[in-house]
């Protein structure tokens, strides 16, 4: 069982940056692939970034933020960050800290087993 909360998110204004943290339970945490995702109004939950579980490992971004979003993790810390720059309206979502083990390329949310409860990011125009 790991526990998962996300934490940082807030009201921006548009250009604006933003440092989404989770923070993980568990000695086990260095094991499991970590991801973000986001959830606007009326539209599925989608990846926006994951990281594989070892260190220097192999990272992935959505097209919508590459380039403006990075994703870290702490693992002596239990930590995973989401570094968020140029934020744009579009961006305004609830985005969720995810954690998976086992096999898969982790970019759909059926790959992971565990979920924090979101934290609201909005960004103004």
């Known amino acids: 069982q790991v526990q998962l909360v996300e934490s940082g998110g807030g009201l921006v204004q548009a250009g604006g940056s933003l440092r989404l943290s989770c923070a993980a339970s568990?000695?086990?945490?260095?094991?499991?692939?970590m991801g973000w995702f986001r959830q606007a109004p009326g539209k599925e939950r989608d990846v926006v970034a994951r990281?594989?579980?070892?260190?220097?490992?192999?990272?992935y971004y959505a097209d919508s933020v590459k380039g403006r979003f990075t994703i870290s993790r702490d693992n002596a810390r239990n930590m995973v960050y989401l570094q968020m720059n140029s934020l744009k309206p579009d961006d305004t979502a609830v985005y969720y800290c995810?954690?998976?083990?086992?096999?898969?390329?982790?970019?759909?949310?059926?790959?992971?087993?565990?979920w924090g409860q979101g934290t609201q990011v909005t960004v103004s125009s």
């Open positions: 990281i594989s579980s070892w260190s220097g490992g192999s990272t």
């Open positions: 995810a954690a998976g083990s086992g096999g898969g390329y982790y970019i759909n949310t059926a790959e992971y087993r565990y």
């Open positions: 568990g000695r086990t945490f260095s094991s499991y692939t």
